[in-house]
């Protein structure tokens, strides 16, 4: 078990940087592979990014590549994501994600694949 408390949305600028986190709950946050999703109002939840659990590997939508980037601090049982030159297309719901995960390679992508969700926060871009 897991509990997952997002933090950093918030109202930014068409092509201006906001910064989420993640702080995790428990002892073993090393051991889970750590997502971020988003759902605008109306559409399905889809992924954003994904890192494995001692950020050997890291994958990203093609939406949000060269722009947002994640990463965790395993110390501080957090991951954040970095999201830079901010599209109004990127306003939605952003959620973290958590899943157990044994190797370091190829970090889940898929919604149904992880256990541990937290609250969400939000962000919004204005044009």
């Known amino acids: 078990q897991v509990q997952l408390v997002e933090s950093g949305g918030g109202l930014v600028q068409a092509g201006g940087s906001l910064r989420l986190s993640c702080a995790a709950s428990?002892?073993?946050?090393?051991?889970?592979?750590m997502g971020w999703f988003r759902q605008a109002p109306g559409k399905e939840r889809e992924f954003v990014a994904a890192?494995?659990?001692?950020?050997?590997?890291?994958y990203y939508a093609d939406s949000v590549k060269g722009r947002f980037t994640i990463s965790r601090d395993n110390a501080k049982n957090t991951v954040y994501l970095q999201m830079t030159s901010l599209k109004p297309e990127d306003t939605a719901g952003y959620y973290c994600?958590?899943?157990?995960?044994?190797?370091?390679?190829?970090?889940?992508?898929?919604?149904?694949?992880?256990?541990?969700w937290g609250q969400g926060t939000q962000v919004t871009v204005s044009s």
């Open positions: 994600a958590a899943r157990v995960w044994n190797n370091d390679q190829n970090p889940p992508r898929d919604v149904f694949v992880y256990r541990y």
């Open positions: 428990g002892r073993t946050f090393s051991s889970y592979a």
């Open positions: 890192i494995t659990r001692s950020a050997g590997s890291t």
